[in-house]
C-alpha cells in the first residue's frame, strides 16, 4: 500500500516537473520573440549612428594645434551613415588634414553606381586629402577608375611615397602604404625625419613593425582600419577581425609605443557581416600638439 502512494507521489512530483519546464521554454520562447525585434533595432542603429570620437596627443607642449580626421572602411555602397555629417564635421572643427585609409569602396563595388563619387566631389574643397588602398580596393575590378576620379578631385594618393606640407608652420609629412606592404624607409626618401610623421597604413596588426627600432626613422602617428572595431564589441573586448581572428588585439582605440601613437578606427560602413553590435560607426578627430 505504501508503494503505491510513493509511486503517486513521485508521479505527481514529475508531471510538476514537467509542467515547470514547459513553463520555462515557453518564458524563453516569449523572450526571444520579444527582444528579436530589440535585437534587430540596436543592429540597425548601429549600423547608422555616426560617431566622431576625439583623441589629443600631445607631441611638443606648444601652441599650435592640428586637427586631423580619419575616413576608414566606409565600404561604398554598404555605408549606411550619413555622410553629409562628415562634410558638416570637416567645416565645424576646421579640419587639416582628411586621411582616408583604406576600404572606400567595397571589393564588389561599381564606382559610377556606388555613391563614392558625390562624396569625393565633396571632398575636393578641402587642401589636404589623402588616400591609401585597403584589401576591397585591390581587389577592385575599377580600382583604376576610382583612382582617377580621386586625382581629378585634388585628392592625393599615397602608394608607398609621401606628401610634406606645412601647416601653421609646422613641417609635417603624410606617408602611406600600399595594403599589405611592410613599413620601409626606402619608400621615404628625401622625407625630413625631423618633421611630424603621419603614416596612413590599412592594417593594424602591422603595428609591430610601423614601429620597430630598425627602421631609419618610425612615423609619430599611425592611422589605421580593416577591423571593424571587431564587429562586436563589449567594452575594451571584441568578437573579431580580418587577419587577427578571434580575440583581435587591435580593433578601436589608440595603441601607444615610446612616443609613437596608432589609432585604429572602427569604420564606418560593413561588408561580409552586414551589421554590428555595440560598435557604432566612427570617425576619429585627433588634435596633434605640435
Known amino acids: 500500500m505504501s508503494n503505491i502512494i510513493n509511486e503517486g ?14 513553463k520555462i521554454y515557453k518564458l524563453v520562447i516569449l523572450l526571444v520573440i520579444l527582444l528579436t525585434p530589440i535585437f534587430i533595432l540596436l543592429c540597425m542603429t548601429d549600423n547608422k549612428t555616426l560617431e566622431f570620437t576625439k583623441y589629443d596627443i600631445n607631441h611638443n607642449e606648444n601652441d599650435e594645434t592640428i586637427t586631423v580626421m580619419q575616413l576608414s572602411d566606409m565600404h561604398f555602397p ?15 572643427e576646421n579640419v587639416d588634414i582628411v586621411a582616408i585609409t583604406g576600404d572606400f569602396i567595397d571589393g564588389s563595388a561599381k564606382v559610377e553606381k556606388c555613391g563614392v563619387i558625390p562624396f569625393i566631389e565633396k571632398l575636393s574643397k578641402f587642401p589636404n586629402v589623402y588616400f591609401v588602398s585597403g584589401n576591397h580596393e585591390l581587389a577592385n575590378s575599377e580600382y583604376d577608375k576610382l583612382r582617377e576620379v580621386l ?6 594618393i599615397l602608394d608607398n611615397t609621401f606628401n610634406e606640407i606645412t601647416i601653421k608652420n609646422k613641417k609635417i609629412s603624410v606617408m602611406g602604404l600600399i595594403d599589405n606592404y611592410d613599413y620601409y624607409t626606402k619608400y621615404f626618401e628625401g622625407l625630413d625625419p625631423s618633421s611630424y ?7 593594424p596588426e602591422k603595428f609591430n613593425v610601423y614601429v620597430s627600432s630598425i627602421h631609419k626613422f618610425n612615423p609619430d602617428l599611425i592611422l589605421s582600419g580593416h577591423a571593424h572595431g571587431g564587429q562586436i564589441r563589449f ?5 573579431i577581425a ?6 583581435p588585439e587591435y580593433t578601436s582605440g589608440i595603441y601607444s609605443c615610446h612616443n609613437m601613437h596608432m589609432i585604429v578606427s572602427r569604420g564606418i560602413g560593413n561588408s561580409i557581416l552586414p551589421w554590428r553590435i555595440n560598435n557604432k560607426p566612427e570617425v576619429p578627430l585627433i588634435r596633434i600638439k605640435l
Open 9 to 22: 507521489k513521485d508521479l505527481t512530483v514529475k508531471k510538476d516537473k514537467l509542467k515547470t519546464k514547459k
Open 78 to 92: 554598404k555605408c549606411k551613415a550619413n555622410s553629409n555629417l562628415i562634410i558638416d564635421k570637416i567645416e565645424k
Open 151 to 156: 586625382v581629378l578631385n585634388n585628392v592625393k
Open 197 to 203: 610623421k603621419i603614416l596612413l597604413a590599412h592594417r
Open 235 to 239: 567594452g575594451d573586448w571584441s568578437l
Open 242 to 247: 580580418p587577419n587577427q581572428g578571434f580575440n
